[in-house]
C-alpha cells in the first residue's frame, strides 16, 4: 500500500491509498490521549472523507504499537470540558462519536495497545474493530472523575449486554483483546504483527460490497440505537435515493415548469 498524505495537521495523521483513508491519532508519548486539537483535527478528517467520493472506507488508528488510545487528555482537562488553545472547555469527542455514526461508509477500528476512557468510546462507535493481540480495552471514568452516559454507557450496553457494560463500568478494569472478543466487544484478534495486514485485507473484503447496501445497513443498524436522530438519518438516505429517481424528479420539474406533476407511470411495487 501508498499512503499519501491527503492533509497535513498537528496532532493526527491522514492518509489515504486508494479507497481506504486513514486517520491516525498521533501523540504516542501520552498513549494518542486526545485534546480539543485532536478531535477538531479528526472531525475535519472524517468530514473530508464523507465528501470525498473517491474514499469508500476509513480506518480509525493510533499511532505505534502501545495505544490505540488513552481518551481525554487529563493535563488540559478543565473546568466543564478539555480545554484547548482558544480557552473554551469542551467535550467536542461527542461530535467526533455522532461524526463516524453518520458517516455514510463503513469506519473500521484497528485496535493495538491501550484503548481506554473515551478512546476505548471511539473504537466502539466504529463500525468494526479488529485488535491486535496486545489491545487492552476499559473505561478509567467513575475513577479519574468522569463518564460517558451516551454511547459509552447505553451503546456499550447494546454491544456487550447490561451486566458486562456495568461491570466494565462500576470495576474499571481492564480487559485482553480476547476478553474483549469473548464479549463481542471487538470483531477479531490477531497477532500484532499481523494486525495492519488482516485490517487491510477486511477493508478490501468490504470495498467489493455495494456501497449503498453497506449505507443502509449501517444507518438501519444506528436508526435502531439512535431513536428519531437515527431514523433522520435512515429517511434521509430514502430522500437522497428518490432524488435520483424520475419520479422524484418529475415533482421538481413540474415544478420549475408550472404545471401539475403526472405520477401516473411511475412503478408501484408491492
Ligand atoms: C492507559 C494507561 C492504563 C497506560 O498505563 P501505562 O502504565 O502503560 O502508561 P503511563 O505511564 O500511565 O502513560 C504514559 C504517559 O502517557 C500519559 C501518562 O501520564 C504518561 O506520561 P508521563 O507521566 O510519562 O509524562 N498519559 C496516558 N494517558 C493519558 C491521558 N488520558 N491524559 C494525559 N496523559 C496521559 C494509563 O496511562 C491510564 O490509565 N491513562 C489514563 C486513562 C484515562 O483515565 N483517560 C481519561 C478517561 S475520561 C475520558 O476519556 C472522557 C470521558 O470519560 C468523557 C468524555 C470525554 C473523555
Avoid at 422524484?248 to 411511475?266: I, V, Y
Wanted: hydrophobic residues 40%; glycine residues 12%.
Amino acid at each position: 500500500y501508498q499512503w499519501e498524505t491527503v492533509k497535513l495537521y498537528e496532532e493526527i495523521i491522514f492518509e489515504r491509498s486508494g479507497k481506504i483513508a486513514k486517520i491516525t491519532i498521533n501523540r504516542p508519548e501520552v498513549h494518542n490521549a486526545f485534546t480539543p486539537l485532536t478531535v477538531q483535527e479528526m472531525i475535519d478528517a472524517v468530514t473530508i472523507c464523507r465528501d470525498d467520493a473517491g474514499i469508500g472506507l476509513v480506518i480509525l488508528t493510533g499511532a505505534g504499537d502501545k495505544a490505540f488510545c488513552s481518551g481525554g487528555d487529563q493535563k488540559v482537562r478543565g473546568h466543564g470540558g478539555y480545554v484547548g488553545r482558544d480557552g473554551i472547555a469542551r467535550l467536542n469527542v461527542l461530535d467526533l462519536q455522532r461524526l463516524i455514526r453518520i458517516l455514510p461508509k463503513p469506519v473500521v477500528a484497528m485496535v493495538k495497545g491501550w484503548s481506554i476512557g473515551g478512546g476505548n468510546i471511539l473504537q466502539l462507535v466504529c463500525d468494526i474493530t479488529i485488535a491486535a493481540d496486545n489491545a487492552r480495552f476499559g473505561q478509567t471514568g467513575p475513577k479519574v472523575g468522569s463518564f460517558d452516559a451516551g454511547y459509552g454507557s447505553g451503546y456499550l450496553a447494546r454491544v456487550i449486554g447490561h451486566k458486562r457494560a456495568k461491570e466494565v463500568w462500576f470495576m474499571c478494569r481492564q480487559y485482553t483483546a480476547e476478553e474483549a472478543y469473548a464479549m463481542g466487544w471487538v470483531n477479531t484478534v490477531v497477532p500484532l504483527a499481523e494486525v495492519e495486514e488482516v485490517t487491510l485485507a477486511w477493508c478490501e473484503r468490504i470495498l467489493m460490497m455495494s456501497p449503498t447496501a453497506l449505507r443502509f445497513i449501517k444507518a438501519s443498524m444506528n436508526a435502531d440505537t439512535d431513536g428519531l436522530a437515527g431514523l433522520q438519518q435512515l429517511g434521509g438516505d430514502c430522500t437522497m435515493l428518490y432524488y435520483t429517481t424520475d419520479e422524484g424528479k418529475e415533482g421538481k420539474n413540474a415544478f420549475l415548469e408550472k404545471r401539475d406533476p403526472n405520477f401516473d407511470d411511475f412503478p408501484k411495487f408491492p
